[in-house]
């Protein structure tokens, strides 16, 4: 015989079983908290805010706390129930007879309201108090609230009214006032984030931080839809058979486009290089990103860019590459620039959701970008109408200057910028780990500052620029190419019969006075 339970989703299996196992509500918790001890306990609650954040299971809570008894069954309210008594322990599990759940969505009418009316009369069978917990109470009809609002004013002192709503502004003012209102905020990704490493380390699943992240990003501050989306990263971990929840995984799964390819198909709109946003786009599209998706994920830059520029506390979700990026953008990049880049690509996004072919209108969606940044600003051809100089527009944004195509060339114009000692730095101490203009990754042989370089390839380009420095294998420095390469021509000019036939017979002679381009000329 099989005894082997059935599966629990994540979202069931670690559903808050106290207030202190509840993530992101402090306000809330202190306030009822207070509540409790000082005896001023509300005859009805009102729990709003967005799916998942935990509204029902705060509603359930609230129910423990006012009917705990304590593990010797003398207890009161505490905003610490012990979950052992028989009150906590049958609410926990959904069978209390005096803890009643009652669904607006499916109980609608009036004569559901009724019930709870005639059945209030009377007392709780074995509890301290009777909870009617009622969720999405916005649902419930206008007779229904009109039914319910004497008794909502003044219920027996044995009862409770627990309402949790998505959309409050639905629910009638004249229920608002008769009750106790808690608005559950929204979860922060990094608080999200951590939330779910501790539960791949109770579930014993590894998992890239990177890949939490992107989970957390994803749920949109619930903590429901995000332990949704980790158990199906879980499951599609394991079917790849590694076991590990990986970044590529789950971008793969909720078709994310990778945050580094969307930074570069940004730097190369930015730069109006229509060929490589093209290209980038196609690159993305092969890999399977909703268009759409890519489109939104510019948004978000601009939107990030525009907030950094305003002075707004850095995100935590984001890394350190990011933030660069947006910083070298949000100096780069004027209000104005950065909030016509959200117009035009905001009716780039809602064409593309419509289109019939939304790889078509993603590609011309962004070549109108490109072609809006050549034209002059609105507000400056109004003002030139109003004064009559409507001749050539002087605030026509340049072409951005062609990006260094090479290591090299990218050094000589740091040279050519005046800063010859970071050139002279760059040829001797640094090796080569990728260049990828915009993004270059280095290997410094002693600490090197990269923001420094950042800036001045972004003063020298028009394009923020993402420098990093990585222990990771990198080319030789160009002053060690240079050494070997000389070493190499030396040795080759000592190999030639004459000067090796005149070393035999003199061991200690030298080469000298010789000069690398005669010898090869020669």
């Known amino acids: 015989m099989n005894n082997t339970q059935p599966y629990r989703v994540l979202a069931r299996k670690y559903r808050p079983q106290s207030f202190a196992e509840l993530i992101g509500q402090d306000a809330m918790v202190t306030t009822l908290g207070n509540a409790i001890k000082r005896g001023r306990l509300a005859h009805a609650f009102l729990l709003t805010g967005v799916r998942g954040v ?6 359930r809570l609230i129910a423990k706390a006012l009917n705990c008894i304590g593990p010797d069954g003398q207890g009161g309210p505490t905003i610490v129930p012990c979950g052992v008594c028989e009150p906590c322990v049958a609410i926990a599990e959904g069978r209390h007879i005096d803890v009643v759940e009652m669904d607006a969505a499916s109980n609608t009418g009036v004569d559901d309201v009724r019930e709870i009316i005639e059945a209030v009369r ?10 009617y917990i009622v969720d999405e109470v916005h649902m419930l009809s206008k007779n229904a609230f009109n039914a319910l609002l004497k008794t909502l004013e003044e219920p027996p002192p044995h009862v409770k009214f627990l309402f949790a709503t998505t959309e409050v502004n639905k629910v009638p003012v004249t229920v608002l006032s008769r009750c106790q209102r808690f608005d559950l905020r ?6 999200l984030a951590a939330h779910f490493a501790g539960i791949c380390e109770a579930e014993k699943v590894t998992a890239e931080p990177e890949a939490l992240a992107l989970v957390a990003r994803a749920a949109e501050g619930s903590v429901r839809d995000g332990l949704s989306i980790l158990d199906q990263a879980i499951a599609h971990a394991d079917m ?6 990986t970044a590529s995984q789950v971008r793969e799964m909720l078709g994310l486009s990778d945050r580094g390819a969307l930074r570069r198909l940004f730097a190369v709109l930015l730069a ?13 599209n092969a890999l399977g990103v909703d268009p759409s998706a890519v489109l939104r994920g510019l948004l978000e830059i601009v939107h990030a860019a525009t907030v950094a520029k305003a002075g707004a506390p850095d995100d935590p979700a984001q890394s350190a590459e990011e933030r660069a990026a947006l910083d070298g953008w949000a100096v780069g990049l004027s ?3 950065l909030h016509r880049l959200w117009q035009l690509l905001l009716k780039g996004h809602d064409e593309v959701s419509r289109a019939v072919d939304p790889r078509e209108a993603a590609d011309m969606a962004l070549l109108r970008v490109i072609h809006a940044a050549s034209l002059p600003d609105p507000a400056d051809l109004a003002r030139k109408l109003e004064s009559g100089g409507i001749s050539a527009p002087t605030n026509v944004t340049p072409a951005a200057p062609p990006l260094p195509p090479s290591f090299e060339a990218m050094i000589a114009l740091v040279e050519g910028r005046g800063k010859h000692l970071l050139a002279q730095r760059l ?31 972004r003063e020298a380009t028009g394009i923020a620029w993402t420098v990093a420095s990585e222990d990771a294998p990198a080319a030789p420095t160009l002053r060690e190419q240079e050494l070997n390469a000389e070493s190499a021509a030396r040795d080759a000019v000592l190999a030639q019969p004459i000067p090796a036939a005149l070393r035999e017979h003199f ?3 030298e080469l000298i006075g010789w000069n690398e381009q005669e010898s090869a000329s020669s």
């Open 335 to 337: 209000f104005a620039a």
């Open 507 to 509: 061991p200690d002679a």
């Open 122 to 131: 009377y007392s709780a069978v074995s509890a301290r108090y009777k909870v």
């Open 272 to 284: 109006g290089d229509a060929s490589a946003t093209l290209a980038l786009l196609a690159e993305q």
């Open 54 to 59: 935990g509204k029902t299971s705060t509603a």
């Open 186 to 191: 929204r979860i922060p990704a990094d608080m």
């Open 240 to 245: 790849d058979g590694g076991g590990v929840v």
């Open 427 to 457: 040829r001797d101490e640094v090796g080569l780990v990728r260049y990828a203009p915009p993004e270059l990754a280095i290997r410094p042989a002693r600490p090197f500052d990269t923001r420094e370089l950042a800036q001045l390839l």
